[in-house]
């Protein structure tokens, strides 16, 4: 007999599957770490922050995405419906991730993107969901970012589907 923990697991993985549409292969144009790990500008090392130090910077839900690669509820980030013209940053160290001519509206619920800037994310395989995704995090502070799928539009056939409350958004000066 199962039990109603498994049930509901259960539910929450293929409710999981099928908001994703399809399993990725690793793209071949995604960075791998590139970015520089320290700030200097800021005297910031990344790569070297402790969790409490990173519990400073962000708020609860950007931390758990963030850093502990959780996922927002689906259609709860105000990004997904962002139209202006800018730039979407890492919302733990504000690299330059993806520019609005970058996005577009998949229908999933969240903010998504046919390609990255060159050099912004580096990509790893994450089977957690009894599945094989590509998870893909910021390239300079390691930040969870989202999954990218193949079934996204052209020209690349990618789908990066990214946590809002991992980016922001900074409008372009007009």
């Known amino acids: 007999m199962i039990r109603r923990r498994e049930f509901t697991l259960g539910i929450g993985a293929a409710s999981l599957m099928a908001c994703t549409k399809s399993y990725a292969t690793k793209p071949t144009h995604a960075a791998n770490m590139e970015a520089p790990m320290t700030d200097t500008a800021n005297n910031i090392d990344w790569a070297n922050l402790t969790e409490s130090q990173w519990k400073e910077r962000l708020t609860d839900m950007e931390f758990y995405v963030l850093r502990k690669e959780g996922t927002e509820r689906a259609g709860s980030s105000p990004l997904d419906h962002e139209k202006r013209e800018g730039t979407f ?14 996005k577009y509206n998949s229908g999933t619920g969240w903010p998504s993107f046919f390609t990255v800037i060159d050099g912004a994310v580096g990509t790893k395989e994450d089977r957690k969901l009894f599945m094989k995704r590509t998870e893909y995090h910021c390239a300079r502070c390691g930040g969870h970012q989202g999954h990218v799928f193949t079934d996204g539009p052209q020209p690349t056939g990618l789908r990066y589907c990214n946590n809002g409350v991992a980016l922001d958004f900074i409008p372009d000066q007009t």
């Open 89 to 102: 940053v890492c919302a733990g160290c504000a690299l330059p991730l993806f520019k609005s001519d970058m």
